[in-house]
């Protein structure tokens, strides 16, 4: 879901793009969203808490990992620049996977630019975070 702001020109311009690139958004996509919009601020505090607690976890992984990220970072997942003794992001990431079974976004599917990062999605639980570390970390 998003939300469109501009000159009506512009937004004309991009619904008629759109409108050609799908069909629109799944209604149960829309009618979630529009019930989201309808709660109160401790709803919105309470999931930002699990996502703050999440992201939390993955910083703890990204420092097993030595990498460089940025903890202003908003949104569903994490970018982190590699070390420098990584040739490359698929290199740590078949490494973190051979060695302690968790697989961990090579940034560079998303294009060349990303081939000095990973990515990590918040979606997944604060015990999933917590195992993922104890395997990275050897314990």
Known sequence: MGVLCGAAKRIT???RFKSNMDSGMFLGVQLAAAKALSLGKDWHDEVNNIYRKRREKVFELLDLLACKYSTNQVG???WAKIPDRYKDCYEIADEVLYQSNVFIT???IFGSAGNRYIR????GS???FEEAIRRIGGG
């Open 126 to 128: 604060l015990e999933r």
């Open 13 to 15: 311009e991009v619904l």
């Open 120 to 123: 990590i999605s918040l979606c």
């Open 76 to 78: 569903m997942f994490v």
């Open 106 to 108: 090579p940034g560079g």
